[in-house]
């Protein structure tokens, strides 16, 4: 050992360092370990036990704020909100002015008419730090510490308030101590105000992180992230730090990026990544430290070095730890599992054979979606239920069916549909509907086929895996991949069950809905005379000016509140209104129709939902407009936007034109909200409102 590291060792072990939730003995086994072995990564640390790096902001925020701002109207972007802005101008004929449509920057990110792998990566970027956005701007408040010292890789999940399985009694607490003895580094955030209170020779000869139960001071870690260290089979006295890409403890924007680029600069020139992607691809570089990995080897060595081209792991070696290739590969893929949270989505995994060395580890996985066919409020005929669309190469074939296609393939008749042309043209439209109505992107990029379980009480929507949807795959990575992208559709779960339903109903799988009933979506644009209508969206809007409004106390006016306010008032009006002002047409005429069913078509109220449509009212004050007011006079805007999420069928159709005929009764209800609750604007025509609309809030 170097007399250097020897100080270091002996001022971090003869001060009786007891850690708050690691016995003693851990820390005289890890003192014993490394008392005759070099601290690792001399080349990149000196003689320096710890390294301070300034966090920087992320490429990604830059490269999506440069993107989003090319999007047609493209206004502002709001940070606070996560929200993209755009100003529309109005057509006159619809009351002209300004209207803002404000937009998810997720939202705004998958509309970008990019590469999908460059889509993925920004939407990938969006999930892990949306909440640190307003942030970005003001990011010299962290630093990140980088440290070799062993007693702070044993702590790793130790300090402030990270927790783990490598905490003391946790499953992998034996992975922290192989890191101390044999690993490599970790890399801390703290605050910088807070690093600035330690002095060098503290910094890099004393215990810096707080342990109050043995009232010692220092910092407190915001978050921590691993460096695996990799030996060289070529030369041992040769190791290479790579970073793990899971960070513990708060997601900071900018803190793996920081990492990454530290080391790349530090290890590396522009001519290493062809000599270690050889290196990689005949094994020889091998892990060390604990055996724990929250990703495979290629996976982090991609991250590394920003490429796709390193594929698979590596052989691990650590001392005390010995487990084969094949149970390493079990570890990651049982980790993963474990760590993700599906609510309505299933995966699962199974190892296959390998052979004896080790060199061709693989598995099997596979995913699905449940549907409980009991909620959904439908009867879905027993002809789509007695489909076997299970077969994935049957399913892909039914979803490019197109017997008018240029391609003989195209043309062809999957082999248990030789019969019925006429199913496999519908279950075929049936497919390309769903996909078409599902915003969230499952049914283009995972649905694979469906499963019809026991009784017909749950259908599985089948999520494709590995390479052509084989289910097979040689890296751990792929699957930590395939989590991940279930847990975002997870979180979709409804709007994929309204676009299934939509799908169904619209190709006649649904008992309670005819077929002559469906209407043309094209129809309904020709036809509305008062709102705008988007049929890509199932949109429709409108938006008028509803003139001056005296504000007596300007400093209780808050335009978030105000909103609130309408988006949670205005749908219950709106219901009401339909309920009482609306009569649908009768399917039979009112010579046929008995009294019984006269006073079930004038007394069924129904919720928006029954309807099949959902709202959104929103206002805003318009300074533009400023001139020729008096003080404390202002414009308000009010825009009110009607979504139709089920199926066009005459009964909406019916609906949404008695809505557009109606269309001044909406905008009433909108202006008593706002003048009556929002501002307190006591008038005639305040009162007159009242008298009208006051019945539709209750």
């Not at 927790?163 to 801390?188: D, M």
């Not at 049914?443 to 084989?470: A, E, K, R, V, W």
Request: aromatic letters at 12%; a negative charge.
């Amino acid at each position: 050992m170097r007399d250097n590291d020897s100080l270091i060792l002996e001022n971090l072990y003869t001060k009786k360092i007891l850690l708050n939730e690691i016995s003693s003995e851990f820390v005289d086994e890890v003192k014993d370990a490394v008392e005759d072995k070099e601290l690792p990564f001399n080349n990149i640390f000196g003689d320096k036990l710890r390294i301070k790096v300034p966090l920087k902001g992320t490429g990604e925020y830059s490269d999506i704020l440069d993107k989003i701002s090319q999007i047609k109207n493209f206004d502002h972007f709001d940070s606070e909100k996560k929200e993209v802005v755009k100003k529309i101008e109005v057509d006159p004929k619809y009351g002209g002015g300004v209207k803002y449509q404000k937009i998810n920057l997720g939202r705004a990110i998958s509309s970008l008419n990019i590469p999908e792998d460059e889509k993925k990566k920004m939407l990938d970027w969006f999930a892990n730090y949306s909440s640190n956005i307003p942030e970005m701007e003001n990011m010299g408040k962290y630093t990140i510490v980088i440290t070799r010292s062993p007693i702070d890789l044993l702590r790793m999940s130790d300090i402030g308030s990270i927790r783990s399985c490598h905490s003391q009694g946790g499953q992998y607490f034996h992975c922290a101590i192989s890191e101390a003895k044999n690993g490599g580094a970790i890399a801390y955030l703290v605050k910088t105000s807070d690093l600035k209170e330690l002095s060098e020779d503290e910094f890099q000869n004393e215990e810096i992180f707080s342990d109050p139960q043995r009232n010692v001071e220092g910092l407190n870690a915001i978050s921590r992230l691993r460096i695996r260290r990799y030996r060289s089979e070529n030369d041992p006295n040769v190791s290479i730090a790579i970073p793990e890409t899971r960070i513990y403890g708060e997601r900071i924007s900018g803190f793996y990026d920081t990492i990454r680029n530290f080391f790349n600069t530090s290890q590396f020139s522009e001519n290493d990544l062809d000599r270690i992607s050889s290196e990689f691809r005949n094994k020889k570089w091998v892990r060390t430290g604990g055996s724990y990995s929250d990703s495979s080897d290629s996976h982090l060595f991609n991250q590394m070095f920003n490429t796709n081209i390193f594929y698979g792991s590596l052989e691990h070696d650590s001392e005390g730890e010995s487990e084969s290739r094949a149970d390493q590969f079990e570890d990651e893929l049982r980790h993963f599992q474990n760590n993700t949270r599906l609510n309505h989505f299933s995966a699962s995994y199974n190892m296959a054979d390998y052979d004896g060395d080790g060199d061709d580890v693989y598995y099997d996985a596979w995913g699905a979606l449940s549907i409980d066919t009991s909620s959904l409020g439908i009867d879905i005929s027993d002809e789509f239920l007695s489909l076997d669309l299970n077969d994935y190469y049957e399913f892909d074939q039914l979803r490019r069916y197109n017997p008018s296609g240029e391609r003989e393939w195209e043309r062809r008749l999957p082999y248990g549909y030789k019969d019925n042309e006429n199913l496999a043209r519908r279950v075929s439209r049936f497919i390309k509907d769903f996909k078409e109505f599902d915003p969230s992107g499952f049914s283009d990029q995972m649905f694979s086929g469906i499963y019809i379980g026991h009784d017909n009480s749950t259908i599985h929507l089948n999520c494709c895996f590995g390479d052509d949807c084989g289910g097979t795959s040689l890296n751990t990575d792929d699957y930590r991949y395939f989590l991940r992208e279930l847990e975002g559709y997870d979180s979709e779960y409804e709007g994929i069950v309204k676009a299934f339903v939509k799908a169904l109903k619209k190709n006649g799988f649904v008992e309670n809905i005819k077929q002559e009933d469906i209407r043309d979506e094209d129809t309904l644009e020709d036809d509305i005379k008062n709102f705008n209508v988007d049929i890509g969206d199932s949109n429709l809007y409108t938006s008028k000016r509803i003139g001056l409004v005296l504000i007596a106390d300007e400093s209780k006016y808050n335009e978030k509140q105000a909103n609130d306010y309408i988006k949670g008032k205005y749908p219950i009006f709106l219901q009401n209104y339909i309920n009482t002002v609306y009569r649908p047409q009768p399917k039979e005429s009112p010579s046929q129709m008995k009294f019984k069913g006269f006073v079930e078509s004038v007394q069924n109220r129904k919720t928006l939902d029954d309807w099949g449509i959902r709202v959104d009212a929103s206002f805003s004050t318009d300074s533009s407009r400023s001139y020729n007011l008096k003080e404390g006079q202002k414009y308000v805007d009010v825009t009110l936007n009607l979504y139709y999420e089920d199926v066009m069928t005459n009964e909406l159709y019916d609906l949404l034109i008695f809505l557009d005929n109606s269309v001044e009764d909406l905008m009433n209800g909108a202006r008593y909200i706002i003048f009556q609750d929002v501002f307190g604007v006591k008038s005639q025509y305040v009162d007159n409102l009242k008298k009208v609309f006051q019945k539709y809030f209750i």
